[in-house]
C-alpha cells in the first residue's frame, strides 16, 4: 500500500493520520540535497512593504489616476514615451516638429497649453524632470529606455499637495522596474520607417547589491516633411544596496546625448533656419531608505541633473531687408543659443501609519535651479532659482466605507515667495468595489524662466556710429504671480465582475493664467539702440477660465484573453475674463477617444488593436487648427521561449489606414509608418 | 471515520515492541531563540494547569553542551529545531523523542537517516496543512479563482496534495517550477498573471531572505496578494498567513506529552492543531482589499475547518 502519511498529514486540518508503513516510501524518496531547518519557515525576513512603499489603492486615493503598466506599454506598441499617454482620459498628444526647443511631442491634459506644454510634472523614480526654462519635458532626452519602465500612474489633475511644484494640470509619475526583478541580459532592437534603435541591458546581482544597465542607440528620422531628426546615446543604470534589514541604498546614474535637427524654412526664414544642434544631459540620484518601525518609513534622496543644448543658428543674409549700406559687415547674425540648466534637489520624507486607520506622509525639501541661457535671459550669467517647500498628507478611514484625505504643500520661491496649496477629498464605498469621490484641490504654477525672465533679442552693428538695431522678442518684466487652479470634482470608481470602470465629472477654476501679450509701448529702449519694428511681448498674468468636463476610463475583460480599455473625455473651456482671443476654447479638442483591444490567441502570439480619435483642436503658442483625428494601430506579437533564450518578435504599424492628418500644428503631417521589434532574454 | 479507524489499527499493529513510559521530560533548544523560551514557558505553564506535577522537565541548550546526554529512560526528550532533533535522534533508541519546530521534509529526512521507528519518534511539524492555507485564502478573498504555486526541489513533492487541496475549496492551483534561481522571477510573473493571489509553500531555494523583497514587490506591482507561512512574511508584505505560536504548539505538545505517558508510545507526527492568522491591514489597504480582524477571521476559518473536518469523516 502506497502511502504519504507525512506527506498527506498536510492535507489534514487537524486529523491525525499516521500510518506505519511510511518508513517504505521515505526510504525511496531523495531527499534534498538541502536540509530545510526552522529557519525557512519562521525566520526573519526584512521589512519590504513598508508603509512608503505601499502606495493608497484607487479606490482611496484623493485623486482620479490611471496606472500604465509594463504589459499595456508593449500592447500599445508605442515606441515614443509620450505615446502612452494617449490612453489616458483627457490627456491630448501631439507629435510636433517645432523650430526651437519644442520639437518634442506637446502632452497636455484639458488643453491650455502651448507647445512647451509646461504645468504638469514629470517624476522619473521621484526625480522631477520638467525643465525650469519652460516647464515641460524634451521627452526624447530623457536617458530612459521604454523597457525599463514597470508602470506609469498619472494623476489627473492637480495635487501639488503630494507631488510638489509644477502638479498643476496633473502627474506623470514614472517608475523603473526594480533591477532584483530582470533577466541577466536583454537584447532590444527596433527597425522601421524612419526608425532604428537597439538597447542592451545587463542586471545582476552581487551579494546585497543588485544592479541594472541599460545602454542604446535611438535614431528616429521623424516626420518626412520636416528637419527634425533625433539621435541618441543613452546609457542608464540603477542599483539598490541592502544595507541591512532597516536600512536601503538606491542610486542612479543616466546619461543622454546626441544630435537634433531643428529649424524650418517654412516658420523661420531668417533667424533659426535649419541646423543641428547637439544635447547633453546627464543626471545622478542617491537615496537612503530607513524602516524605522513597522509603521514608519524614512527616505532621504538627493539628485543632481544637468542638461545641455548646444545650438548655433546663423541667419540669411539680412542686408536685403534695411536699406543699403546700413548694416555693418557681418550682415548675417550668429545666434548662440545655447541652454545649460542644472537642478540640485535634496528631499526628505517620513512615512507612517499612526494607527490602522490613519497614515500619513510629510516632508520638505530644498532645490536650486541654475539656469545659463545666454538668448533667452540676455546674459551670460548663470541665474540660480531657490525653491523650499513642506507637504504633508494623512489618509484617515474613518470607517470602512468612508476614508477622508488632506494634504497641502507651502513652497517657498525666489520667483513668487510664499504660497500654499492645499486638497481635500472624502471617498464613499457603499460596498468594497465601488466609490463615489468628492473632491477639491487647489495648486499654483509658478511662472518658469520664460515666463520670468524672458529677455530674447538680436542685435546687428550698423555703418551709423553708436547706433546698433535691435529687434527685441521678448522682454519680461518680473513680478508675474503664480497661475491657480481650483479644481473640484465628483468621481465614481466601480468594478462588476470583468468591468471595471473609473468616472468623473470636473470643475476647473484657472485664474492669473500666464500668457505673453505684445507690449511694446512699454519697452524702453536702451540708449545706443534703436528698435526696428516688431511685437516686445512679456508674460503677465491675463487670462482666467472655467474648464468643465467628464471623463471616463473602463477596462473590461471581455473573453479570458481579451480585453478592452476604453477612454472617453469631453473637456469645454470657458473664458472668464473679457478681452481674451477666444483661444483657450478651442486649445483643447472638445472629444477625445482611446482605445486599446489586446487578444492573447495561445502561449506564443498575442495581437492589439489601439484607436485615438482627437475632436478638431487648435493649441496655444505655435499650434494650428488641426481637423478631427482618427488613428489605429495594430500590433502582432509572437513570443518564444528555447530554454536558455526567451523573447518576442512584434510588428507594428501606425496608423494603418493611413488617414492623413495633422497634428499640433498644420506642418505635422503623419502617415502610416511600420515597425519590426524584436527582443531577447538570456 | 472509516479511515481514522484504519489509521488507528494500523499504528496498534506496527506499535513498536520496546516501548517505556516516562516520568520526566527532557526540552533540547537548538538555540535560545526567543521563540524556543518562549515554547518552554508555555510548556511548563500549560502542565502546572494540568496539575500533571510527576512529570520533571528538564532545559538543555545544545550549544552549551557538548554532547547531548540524557537519562536512559524515563525521559521524554522533546527537540525543539532542527538540530535538536537531529542530536536527539542519535539518543538510544529506546527514548521516545518528539520534535518541535520541525519542517516536515526534515523530519522525514531524519526519520529515515536515524532508523528510528515511528512511537518514539514523532513531532508537531511547523508545516501548516495546504487546506488550512486554502481556507484562509477563501476567507479573504472569497472570488478568488486561480491561486499560484511556486515549486522548488523540496516542495515539489507536494504538488499533488496541492492541487487536491485546491479542489476542495475550488481554487484552481497553478504551479511553477524552480529549478534554478535565475527563472524565480519571470516565473512568479508569468504565474501572477493568471491568478487572483500567490500561496507561497516553504522551500529554502524560493521563499529566503533574499528573495523575499523581489518576490513581494513583483507581487504587489502586479496588484496580487501574497499568502505567507509565517508572522514574518506578513511583516514583509504577504497579506496573511496562518501559523502557530510557542504557546499554541507548547499546548498541543503537552497534551501529546500527557497522552503518551503511561503507554510510552508517541502518536504520528502531527501537524499544528491550534493556530492563529495573523493579517497585514497596511497591505489589505493598498491592494483595496476588505479585511476582518484577526480574531474575527480565525473564527470564520475555525468555523469551516470543522465543517470540512465533518465532512471528512463522513
Avoid at chain 1, 507651502?410 to 468595489?433: A, L, Q
Avoid at chain 2, 508545516?127 to 486561480?146: C, F, G, H, S, W
Avoid at chain 2, 511556486?150 to 529549478?179: D, F, M, P, R, W
Wanted: hydrophobic share 40%; aromatic share 8%; charged share 20%.
Amino acid at each position: 500500500m502506497i502511502n504519504k502519511a507525512y506527506v498527506t498529514l498536510l492535507m489534514l486540518p487537524a486529523v491525525f493520520c499516521g500510518q506505519a508503513s511510511i518508513a517504505e516510501e521515505l526510504t525511496q524518496k531523495t531527499s534534498s540535497s538541502q536540509i530545510v531547518t526552522e529557519d525557512d519557515y519562521i525566520g526573519d525576513v526584512p521589512k519590504v512593504l513598508s508603509v512608503s512603499r505601499l502606495s493608497q489603492s484607487l479606490a482611496d486615493s484623493p485623486s482620479a489616476v490611471t496606472v500604465i503598466d509594463r504589459e499595456t506599454i508593449r500592447a500599445a506598441g508605442v515606441v515614443d514615451l509620450p505615446e502612452v499617454f494617449r490612453l489616458v482620459p483627457g490627456f491630448y498628444v501631439g507629435t510636433n516638429a517645432g523650430y526651437v526647443h519644442n520639437t518634442n511631442h506637446a502632452v497636455s491634459y484639458h488643453g491650455m497649453t502651448t507647445a512647451y506644454s509646461g504645468a504638469m510634472q514629470v517624476l522619473i523614480n521621484g526625480r522631477s524632470v520638467y525643465s525650469p526654462l519652460y516647464g515641460g519635458v524634451q521627452w526624447s532626452e530623457l536617458p530612459i529606455a521604454i523597457a525599463d519602465i514597470e508602470r506609469i500612474e498619472i494623476t489627473r489633475g492637480p495635487n501639488a499637495a503630494s507631488y510638489g511644484a509644477n502638479s498643476f494640470f496633473g502627474v506623470i509619475n514614472i517608475i523603473t522596474q526594480s533591477p532584483d526583478s530582470l533577466p541577466a541580459n536583454s537584447i532590444l532592437a527596433t527597425h522601421g520607417n524612419g526608425r532604428n534603435e537597439a538597447f542592451y541591458r545587463h542586471a545582476g546581482k552581487v551579494n546585497a547589491l543588485s544592479y541594472r544597465i541599460t545602454t542604446g542607440y535611438r535614431e528616429d528620422d521623424g516626420l518626412s516633411n520636416r528637419n527634425d531628426f533625433k539621435r541618441t546615446r543613452l546609457l542608464n543604470a540603477q542599483a539598490d544596496y541592502q544595507l541591512n534589514d532597516k536600512n536601503s541604498l538606491e542610486f542612479e546614474f543616466g546619461l543622454a546625448e546626441g544630435a537634433r535637427g531643428e529649424g524650418n524654412i517654412n516658420e523661420d526664414p531668417i533667424l533659426f533656419l535649419p541646423r543641428t544642434k547637439q544635447i547633453n544631459n546627464h543626471y545622478e540620484l542617491m537615496r537612503w531608505r530607513h524602516n524605522i518601525s513597522d509603521d514608519s518609513d524614512f527616505s532621504l534622496q538627493a539628485y543632481h541633473s544637468f542638461d545641455r543644448s548646444d545650438d548655433k543658428s546663423t541667419s540669411v543674409d539680412l542686408s536685403p531687408l534695411f536699406p543699403p549700406g546700413l548694416l555693418a559687415v557681418p550682415t548675417n547674425i550668429l545666434v548662440k543659443n545655447e541652454v545649460e540648466t542644472q537642478r540640485y534637489d535634496i528631499e526628505a520624507q517620513h512615512n507612517f501609519a499612526l494607527s490602522k486607520t490613519v497614515r500619513a506622509v510629510w516632508g520638505g525639501s530644498v532645490r536650486q535651479d541654475s539656469m545659463q541661457a545666454p538668448h533667452y535671459l540676455g546674459t551670460n550669467k548663470t541665474d540660480y532659482f531657490d525653491l523650499q517647500r513642506l507637504f504633508g498628507h494623512a489618509e484617515w478611514q474613518a470607517h470602512e466605507k468612508l476614508v477622508f484625505n488632506a494634504g497641502a504643500m507651502m513652497e517657498h520661491n525666489d520667483f513668487t515667495g510664499t504660497d500654499i496649496s492645499p486638497r481635500v477629498s472624502i471617498n464613499i464605498k457603499p460596498t468594497p468595489n465601488h466609490t463615489i469621490r468628492i473632491g477639491a484641490s487647489s495648486a499654483l504654477r509658478t511662472p518658469n524662466y520664460l515666463e520670468e525672465k524672458f529677455n530674447r533679442s538680436v542685435t546687428a552693428p550698423t555703418l551709423i556710429p553708436n547706433v546698433t538695431l535691435l529687434r527685441q522678442f521678448y522682454a519680461d518684466r518680473g513680478n508675474v504671480h503664480p497661475e491657480q487652479i481650483v479644481s473640484r470634482e465628483i468621481g465614481y470608481l466601480g468594478r462588476v465582475g470583468r468591468f471595471s470602470l473609473d468616472t468623473r465629472v470636473f470643475h476647473d477654476t484657472i485664474t492669473d493664467h500666464i500668457r505673453f501679450r505684445n507690449r511694446r509701448a512699454n519697452f524702453v529702449t536702451p540708449p545706443g539702440f534703436v528698435l526696428v519694428p516688431g511685437d516686445v511681448e512679456s508674460a503677465l498674468n491675463d487670462g482666467s477660465a472655467t474648464i468643465d468636463g467628464f471623463e471616463a476610463q473602463a477596462k473590461w475583460q471581455l473573453f479570458a484573453k481579451t480585453n478592452l480599455l476604453f477612454n472617453y473625455a469631453h473637456v469645454h473651456i470657458r473664458e472668464t475674463q473679457d478681452g481674451l482671443e477666444k483661444n483657450y476654447i478651442k486649445s483643447m479638442p472638445s472629444n477625445t477617444i482611446s482605445a486599446l483591444l489586446t487578444h492573447r490567441f495561445d502561449q506564443h502570439w498575442d495581437a492589439s488593436f489601439a484607436y485615438y480619435q482627437t475632436s478638431k483642436a487648435t493649441m496655444l503658442g505655435d499650434g494650428d487648427p488641426v481637423d478631427l483625428i482618427r488613428r489605429s494601430d495594430v500590433r502582432l506579437a509572437r513570443k518564444f521561449n528555447s530554454g536558455r533564450w526567451n523573447g518576442e518578435i512584434s510588428a507594428v504599424v501606425e496608423n494603418l489606414f493611413n488617414e492623413r492628418y495633422e497634428e499640433f500644428a498644420d506642418y505635422n503631417t503623419l502617415k502610416r509608418r511600420g515597425r519590426l521589434n524584436v527582443s531577447l532574454n538570456f | 471515520m472509516h479511515r481514522l479507524l484504519h489509521c488507528a489499527l494500523a499504528l496498534s499493529f506496527f506499535a513498536p515492541c520496546f516501548v517505556y513510559a516516562y516520568t520526566g521530560v527532557t526540552i533540547v533548544l537548538s538555540a535560545p531563540t526567543l521563540m524556543n523560551q518562549e515554547f518552554v514557558e508555555h510548556f511548563k505553564a500549560e502542565l502546572a494547569t494540568k496539575k500533571n506535577l510527576n512529570l520533571k522537565v528538564k532545559v538543555i541548550d545544545l550549544q552549551e553542551v557538548e554532547k547531548l546526554v540524557v537519562a536512559d529512560s524515563g525521559e521524554l526528550v522533546i527537540a525543539l529545531g532542527v538540530n535538536a532533533l537531529q542530536a536527539s535522534s542519535k539518543l538510544k533508541m529506546t527514548t521516545p523523542v518528539m520534535g518541535v519546530f520541525t519542517p516536515l521534509p526534515t523530519f522525514n529526512d531524519l526519520l529515515e537517516t536515524s532508523k528510528r521507528d515511528l512511537g518514539n519518534f514523532s513531532a508537531i511539524v511547523l508545516d501548516q496543512p495546504y487546506t488550512r492555507q486554502m481556507l484562509i485564502i477563501k476567507a479573504v478573498l472569497p472570488e478568488a479563482k486561480n491561486v499560484g504555486v511556486l515549486l522548488g526541489a523540496t516542495s515539489s513533492q507536494y504538488e499533488e496534495l496541492l492541487k487536491e487541496a485546491g479542489e476542495k475549496h475550488g481554487l484552481n492551483v497553478l504551479e511553477e517550477h524552480i529549478t534554478q534561481e535565475a527563472d524565480l522571477i519571470p516565473k512568479l510573473k508569468k504565474t501572477l498573471e493568471a491568478t487572483d493571489a500567490l500561496m507561497a509553500i516553504p522551500d529554502p531555494l524560493i521563499y529566503n531572505r533574499e528573495t523575499a523583497q523581489p518576490i513581494l514587490l513583483t507581487s504587489y506591482r502586479h496588484q496580487k496578494p501574497v499568502f505567507g507561512y509565517s508572522q514574518s512574511y506578513v511583516r514583509a508584505g504577504a497579506l496573511a498567513a496562518v501559523y502557530s505560536s510557542a504557546k499554541q504548539i507548547a499546548r498541543q505538545a503537552v497534551e501529546i506529552t500527557l497522552r503518551a505517558q503511561t503507554s510510552g508510545v508517541l502518536p504520528p507526527p502531527q501537524i499544528p492543531k491550534y493556530f492563529s492568522v495573523m493579517v497585514n491591514t497596511q497591505v489589505a489597504r493598498s491592494l483595496n482589499i476588505p479585511l476582518m480582524d484577526e480574531e474575527e477571521l480565525q473564527k470564520k476559518m475555525l468555523r469551516l475547518e470543522t465543517m470540512q473536518n465533518e465532512e471528512y469523516r463522513h
